[in-house]
């Protein structure tokens, strides 16, 4: 009986442990593309499109981890590094329609349009999948490319995109940056990866 009793605290304790370091951890899928090689790639501007708080946070993230993969960061650098974040947001509905009246339609080139329609007159679901009660979360996706200052060809170009349910956009998008800046100047096809995001 000694054993078990010590067998199932070492279990109850391990579980605590594997939670409490799965709660940060966040799994992306990352993916880049290698156009043309980079003869000098030293040196970075990271050039910043949208002033706002949180993407200068997010371009001090960037900086900070070039820099400490060993690239300068300089204004006039022959390399310029652009990012772009987009966030999905839940509306706290799966895919299928939950309203009562819904209409989709679709055209396309071919000169194939298609409409339909759907009716939803009674539903006794409550705090089900589907339910108002039920919370669905977002996504967020980084994106990162490198064009070359002399004819602003675009070089590189890498991208992740991770599950931003219950956190901020911007702590997801930061704990994507290390990932994406190991992987500069290389081809990856769907890498999946986990970060650690606060």
């Not at 067998?7 to 593309?33: D, K, P, Q």
């Not at 708080?53 to 204004?75: C, M, P, Q, T, V």
């Not at 409409?115 to 994106?143: D, I, M, N, Q």
Request: aromatic fraction near 6%.
């Amino acid at each position: 009986m000694k054993w078990v009793r010590i067998l199932a605290v070492a279990v109850a304790v391990t579980g605590v442990a594997g939670e409490a370091l799965a709660a940060g951890t966040v799994a992306a899928r990352l993916s880049s593309v290698l156009f043309s090689p980079m003869e000098e790639t030293g040196r970075f501007e990271v050039r910043l499109y949208d002033d706002s708080d949180a993407n200068k946070a997010l371009k001090s993230e960037i900086e900070g981890r070039l820099a400490a993969a060993g690239y300068g960061i300089s204004a006039n650098a022959p390399l310029i590094l652009s990012f772009d974040l987009r966030n999905t947001v839940g509306d706290g509905r799966p895919d299928e329609p939950t309203s009562r009246l819904e209409v989709r339609g679709n055209s396309s080139t071919a000169g194939r349009d298609d409409y339909s329609a759907r009716l939803k007159l009674f539903s006794t679901r409550t705090g089900e999948e589907g339910s108002p009660g039920a919370a669905y979360g977002g996504s967020v996706r980084l994106e990162l490319a490198i064009s070359s200052r002399a004819n602003g060809r675009r070089l590189w170009q890498g991208w992740a995109v991770a599950d931003s349910t219950g956190r901020e956009g911007g702590e997801t998008a930061a704990a994507l940056v290390g990932p994406l800046v190991e992987v500069i100047g290389k081809t990856v096809r769907g890498q999946d990866v986990s970060v650690v995001a606060p």
